[in-house]
């Protein structure tokens, strides 16, 4: 009944997960923005801000990179 999952399908879905929470933490982000108005925290969410988006990207290619291959 049940059906083995390969280590690439299994690497495939915790990317899935991991990129699903990236998009979370990037809205929890760009609502903090919107809200902050101390110039030192406006600092801290733009490099999170970038750090999520590198993160985002990276995790967006290796989904294509599987499905390419597939």
């Known amino acids: ?3 083995r999952i ?3 399908e299994r690497e495939r879905r915790a990317a899935r ?3 699903e929470t990236t998009v979370q933490a ?3 982000n760009e609502r903090a923005f919107k809200e902050a108005q101390d ?3 406006i600092e ?3 490099y999170q801000h970038a750090a ?3 993160r985002w990207r990276a995790l967006l290619h290796i989904l294509r990179a599987d499905r390419e291959n597939l």
Do not use: I, V, W
């Open 1 to 3: 009944m049940f059906r």
């Open 26 to 28: 990037l809205h929890a």
């Open 44 to 46: 801290q969410l733009t």
């Open 17 to 19: 997960a991991e990129l």
């Open 52 to 54: 999520l988006l590198c």
């Open 6 to 8: 390969s280590k690439a």
């Open 39 to 41: 110039p030192f925290y």
